[in-house]
């Protein structure tokens, strides 16, 4: 995720389409592995594939077409500009190509996508600054916002045909030493593409979205078992995106509001 503090979006403008809604379905599978940091779930690959090429794809669409000045204008994660965002993006969802370019990783302990964003020097100071650097770094050197939108097209379409081919138990490695399924690996993508596409959406001035696909996924990954998201919606009378944008700290949140959701044992991740 990114540095900084961020700008709080509109909740009333988000829109998810009727296709979206429809295609939100899916089977989780019943199975599970025991993991140094939280129980891997192992969902069924393919709603996984299909959600980080859902919203990858609903990103592309939502950026293209914007004229230059877009992309230079200041985002919600500063420093960056909409443009150093979008490379910070693209570095994300490229990292799955690397991984699965190696060799599969020795036995050992697994790392959910919930100990994936744990605290600790993975987002620290120094971290932090490495992400902003790497990030403006690529950001100029493709120049112009069309490019950096074609790049990360390229690079999340080269992910998502990697990913949809490997198995369902395939196990990588992260940059920061992680051992972790491939398909957990992914959840934390969707969470970069969906989380920061609100934050795009801020920084373009556009009506923000996120697919339904997407928000499903995110629902699992930030609440405990046992507590689904119709529960928390229910009480808080919010919509599902607007509670993973609120359990990001896209929205700040009200001292009530921080009660309930610690009350519902909602996992608050490390993100930057």
Same mark, same amino acid.
Not at 93 to 111: I, K, N, W, Y
Not at 118 to 134: H, K, L, V, Y
Not at 217 to 245: F, K, R, Y
């Given at each position: 995720?990114?540095?900084?503090?961020?700008?709080?979006?509109?909740?009333?403008?988000? @829109?998810?389409?009727?296709?979206?809604?429809?295609?939100?379905?899916?089977?989780?599978?019943?199975? @599970?592995?025991?993991?140094?940091?939280?129980?891997?779930q192992l969902v069924a690959s393919g709603i996984v594939v299909d959600a980080f090429r859902a919203?990858?794809?609903?990103?592309?669409?939502?950026?293209?077409?914007?004229?230059?000045?877009?992309?230079?204008?200041?985002?919600?994660?500063?420093?960056?500009?909409?443009?150093?965002?979008?490379?910070?993006?693209?570095?994300?969802?490229?990292?799955?190509?690397?991984?699965?370019?190696?060799?599969?990783?020795?036995?050992?302990?697994?790392?959910?996508?919930?100990?994936?964003?744990?605290?600790?020097?993975?987002?620290?100071?120094?971290?932090?600054?490495?992400?902003?650097?790497?990030?403006?770094?690529?950001?100029?050197?493709?120049?112009?916002?069309?490019?950096?939108?074609?790049?990360?097209?390229?690079?999340?379409?080269?992910?998502?045909?990697?990913?949809?081919?490997?198995?369902?138990?395939?196990?990588?490695?992260?940059?920061?030493?992680?051992?972790?399924?491939?398909?957990?690996?992914?959840?934390?993508?969707?969470?970069?593409?969906?989380?920061?596409?609100?934050?795009?959406?801020?920084?373009?001035?556009?009506?923000?979205?996120?697919?339904?696909?997407?928000?499903?996924?995110?629902a699992g990954l930030l609440l405990p078992a046992g507590t689904t998201a119709q529960m928390l919606?229910?009480?808080?009378?919010?919509?599902?995106?607007?509670?993973?944008?609120?359990?990001?700290?896209?929205?700040?949140?009200?001292?009530?509001?921080?009660?309930?959701?610690?009350?519902?044992?909602?996992?608050?991740?490390?993100?930057?």
């Amino acid at each position: 995720m990114s540095p900084g503090t961020h700008r709080p979006y509109n909740p009333d403008q988000v @829109h998810s389409s009727a296709a979206d809604r429809a295609n939100a379905g899916g089977t989780r599978s019943s199975r @599970h592995r025991s993991g140094r940091h939280g129980t891997v779930q192992l969902v069924a690959s393919g709603i996984v594939v299909d959600a980080f090429r859902a919203e990858a794809e609903r990103l592309s669409e939502m950026v293209s077409g914007n004229d230059e000045a877009g992309f230079t204008a200041p985002s919600p994660c500063p420093p960056w500009t909409v443009g150093e965002l979008l490379y910070h993006v693209r570095i994300a969802v490229g990292r799955v190509t690397g991984m699965l370019a190696e060799p599969e990783p020795a036995e050992g302990p697994l790392v959910s996508a919930v100990g994936y964003y744990r605290p600790g020097q993975r987002f620290s100071s120094a971290s932090n600054m490495e992400r902003i650097t790497d990030a403006r770094k690529g950001a100029t050197a493709l120049a112009t916002g069309t490019a950096i939108v074609r790049d990360f097209e390229q690079a999340w379409r080269e992910s998502w045909a990697l990913a949809r081919a490997a198995p369902q138990d395939r196990v990588v490695r992260t940059r920061h030493g992680d051992r972790m399924l491939l398909t957990e690996f992914l959840r934390t993508r969707v969470l970069e593409l969906a989380v920061h596409g609100l934050d795009l959406a801020t920084g373009l001035g556009r009506q923000p979205w996120m697919t339904a696909a997407a928000a499903s996924v995110l629902a699992g990954l930030l609440l405990p078992a046992g507590t689904t998201a119709q529960m928390l919606l229910d009480e808080t009378g919010w919509d599902q995106i607007t509670m993973i944008a609120k359990t990001t700290r896209r929205i700040p949140l009200t001292a009530a509001e921080t009660t309930l959701i610690e009350r519902h044992g909602v996992h608050w991740l490390a993100l930057g």
